[in-house]
């Protein structure tokens, strides 16, 4: 296998470039297009939203959005928005854990299909999560 | 000039031979009883659906040797959605960094499935359309499968976060008439992506001699994509079944070139390894019960990778041979080495 190291390094460079990726389009006659071989990583869609308390819906800072098996994060802000950015074809019903990072609430676990709409506005039940002490 | 770049790159894409491509028949059994279909199926196969633990053993080997997204698993059948676990098997691919997609023939694709199948992470799709609503139900030997496809189309072509998909139609004297209606709807409901294919003799097309096209009819298809490439409305284009000398890169994006046992390969209903599905399952080359998939994939597949027993019959003078190598894999029987048949011939006389 290493005698084709050059051609794997020149075999990357076609797949990046616009004008030779098609080269690489596999796609048998009984098959699926595979441009998502080539594309995958540019293809992101985001999802966005807001993040309140169920009892009086005030918005909750600090709340800290995980998507498992995944390595995305992030944090909702001071009015309690978040926006997350995904590859097109990552799994999405997936479970949002949502902690607080003070500590002041024990972590609570949502699972929300995300792929069922770019916008998520999610209420939390906080008082009725424990606090952590 | 072109040609001789490719010829080079398809030689060095064969040393190396990456498996990019593989196809999963997950099941034999189908919701449908299509005229063309190119698999030997039935609603209730022989076969039990292969157990999606067996499947996942085989593929991990693969998983340690190739980068995340650079494995396509295509999930084939029989028509997969009859697989209850289909959107399980999918996420869990997904999971160990596997893309995956599905060929169907929508019958069983409404907005539920979409949904589910989407949120577990589907990269591709192709839906089979062979005509309009008379001429698509006839095909499909069942009323109401043009209207249930039509639906599926319109999910997959108004959903954001598909990477990719395209509709197929299998062109036939049944269905070239109407070509150009088919494109106005396509569009219409805003499709991107349309590919043509011919009928092999093989499968269920075997028997019935009705489906294939005559020398001036494929000439007609050939012109038909063409012209819809000028336009640019839609991506229109011929699958990768033949080499077709001059129409070859008019009706593609890039030469012809058959991957199968290079970058595509196959894992069948009772666990045998082989390239594209519709190829004679007696060129299997090993077995996923008995062997290992990645073993097999490095040291056999050799009628793959050296045609040169292809020249015989009509391709031993072929002016074009090094072109074309001997044609698709698909259409030779291991009975005897000569091609089946050739588009290029049929397209020159
Ligand atoms: S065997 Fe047929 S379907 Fe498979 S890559 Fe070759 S030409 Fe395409
Ligand atoms: S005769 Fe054989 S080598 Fe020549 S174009 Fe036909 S299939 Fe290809």
Not at chain 1, 74 to 90: M, P, Y
């Amino acid at each position: 296998m290493e005698k084709h190291k050059t051609y794997k390094f020149f075999r990357g460079m076609l797949m990046a470039s616009a004008f030779t990726s098609m080269m690489f389009v596999m796609q048998a006659c009984y098959g699926t297009p595979n441009n998502a071989l080539i594309d995958d990583e540019v293809l992101e869609y985001t999802v966005s939203g807001k993040v309140t308390a169920k009892s009086n819906s005030e918005p909750l800072a600090g709340i800290k959005l995980t998507i498992d098996s995944t390595d995305y994060e992030t944090v909702t802000d001071s009015l309690g928005n978040f926006s997350i950015t995904l590859n097109a074809s990552d799994y999405c019903d997936m479970t949002f854990k949502f902690v607080d990072e003070s500590g002041k609430y024990q972590q609570l676990d949502t699972i929300v299909p995300v792929c069922n709409s770019p916008e998520l506005n999610i209420e939390m039940d906080v008082n009725n999560a424990p606090k952590v002490s | 000039m072109l040609q001789r770049f490719h010829n080079y790159f398809r030689r060095k894409e064969t040393e190396i031979h990456e498996l990019n491509y593989l196809f999963w028949e997950c099941t034999q059994r189908c919701n449908l009883n299509c005229r063309h279909c190119g698999s030997d199926c039935a609603v209730s196969s022989a076969y039990k659906d292969m157990p999606f633990d067996d499947f996942m053993k085989a593929i991990s080997p693969l998983e340690q040797r190739y980068k995340r997204n650079t494995v396509l698993i295509v999930i084939t059948g029989g028509e997969p959605l009859v697989r209850p676990d289909l959107a399980d098997c999918g996420r869990e691919l997904r999971r160990h960094g596997f893309l995956w997609s599905i060929v169907t023939n929508g019958y069983a694709y409404d907005e539920s499935m979409h949904r589910k199948l989407m949120a577990a992470g589907l990269s591709s799709i192709t839906l089979s359309l062979d005509g309009l609503r008379d001429t698509h139900d006839a095909f499909r030997k069942r009323q109401g499968s043009f209207d249930r496809v039509m639906n599926a189309i319109d999910l997959i072509a108004n959903e954001k976060r598909l990477p990719t998909y395209d509709i197929v139609t299998c062109v036939s004297p049944m269905n070239i008439g109407e070509l150009a209606e088919m494109k106005q709807l396509l569009i219409a409901h805003k499709v991107k992506a349309w590919r043509f294919f011919t009928i092999a003799p093989i499968g269920r097309a075997v028997t019935d001699d009705g489906l294939r096209l005559d020398g001036a009819q494929l000439k007609q298809l050939m012109d038909f994509i063409v012209e819809t490439r000028k336009e640019g409305r839609i991506d229109a284009k011929f699958s990768c079944e033949a080499y077709l000398g001059k129409y070859d890169r008019k009706v593609r994006d890039w030469h012809y070139f058959c991957r199968a046992g290079i970058n595509i390969g196959s894992v069948l209903i009772d666990g045998s390894i082989s390239a594209c599905p519709n190829i004679d399952r007696r060129f299997a080359q090993g077995n996923i019960y008995t062997d290992n998939l990645l073993d097999v994939w490095d040291t056999r597949f050799e009628k793959f990778r050296d045609r040169s027993w292809t020249k015989v019959g009509k391709c031993a003078d072929c002016k074009v041979y090094n072109n074309c190598l001997g044609g698709a894999m698909h259409l030779h029987n291991i009975d005897s080495p000569e091609i089946m048949e050739c588009h290029y011939s049929n397209l020159m006389h």
